[in-house]
């Protein structure tokens, strides 16, 4: 399970479904007037350098996060803050607001509604991905269904072991807090958050394994974007709300 979902391993599903996640991400892009300023909320200078824009012409890269950056590097800013109040942007200062694999950890639903809102006001467009739910394999934990089971159950394991990209708890308490840090969303959570977003179905072996909501491009730019060339296995779904476009070749 390691092998798959190590996005360390430039061969790994992970790392293929990101790949192929950012070649449509890039395509966006490119249909989008430059100068750009793109703010990633809850990223790292590493993960822009690693999918290849940091240094991209054109393109401003802000990072915001609640932790200070580990090394500074050229042609990136960053902002010490919180996803869930971002009163220090004005509204539509940034382009594109982009966030991968963040919207899950930031608490409580009413937590996450307050990080949507605030991504869809600070900017023109947005590229919010987050892990499906439903998939069958958490992944944090890479335990199958785990995310189904009593929030209890889920910390007493925790505590006695390490799951996956868990660090095995130092007690009751801690596992109880790591757990409470993790709330995953299906596709209808992800739609109330954006209401008015284009919703791509990241598939692996025709099941949804994680969701991106993409505000401020026509349905004909995000299905043009996610109509990339796949190996067997993995594809892509677009669709609006309730409706769903034919999905990419699997």
């Known amino acids: 399970m390691f092998e798959l979902a190590d996005n360390r391993n430039p061969a790994s599903m992970a790392s293929e479904m990101r790949r192929l996640r950012h070649a449509a991400f890039h395509s966006l892009l490119r249909e989008t007037e430059r100068p750009l300023k793109v703010l990633d909320v809850g990223g790292t200078e590493d993960y822009w350098s690693s999918v290849g824009l940091l240094h991209e012409d ?4 802000t990072i915001l996060n609640n932790l200070p950056p580990q090394r500074i590097v050229p042609r990136s800013a960053w902002i010490l803050g919180d996803a869930r109040d971002m009163s220090g942007i004005r509204d539509q200062e940034y382009d594109i607001v982009f966030s ?3 919207l899950e950890h930031v608490g409580t639903l009413d937590d996450q509604k307050r990080a949507a809102c605030e991504i869809r006001r600070s900017g ?3 590229f919010v991905q987050t892990p499906n739910r439903f998939f069958p394999i958490e992944p944090h934990s890479l335990v199958p269904f785990y995310q189904f089971l009593p929030g209890e159950v889920r910390a007493r394991l925790l ?3 390490r799951l996956g990209w868990l660090e095995r708890a130092g007690s009751l308490s801690e596992a109880r807090t790591t757990i409470a840090g993790i709330r995953l969303l299906d596709r209808r959570d992800l739609q109330l958050l954006f209401p008015e977003a284009i919703m791509v179905s990241e598939r692996f072996l025709g099941l949804s394994k994680s969701l991106v909501a993409c ?3 026509s349905l004909k730019e995000v299905s043009a974007a996610f109509a990339v060339k796949t190996p067997i296995g993995i594809g892509f779904r677009v669709g609006v709300g309730g409706r769903r476009c034919r999905p990419t070749s699997m």
């Open 124 to 126: 023109k467009r947005y």
């Open 215 to 217: 505000g401020g491009w």
């Open 100 to 102: 991968n694999s963040v």
């Open 159 to 161: 505590a006695s072991r």
């Open 58 to 61: 054109g393109v401003e890269i």
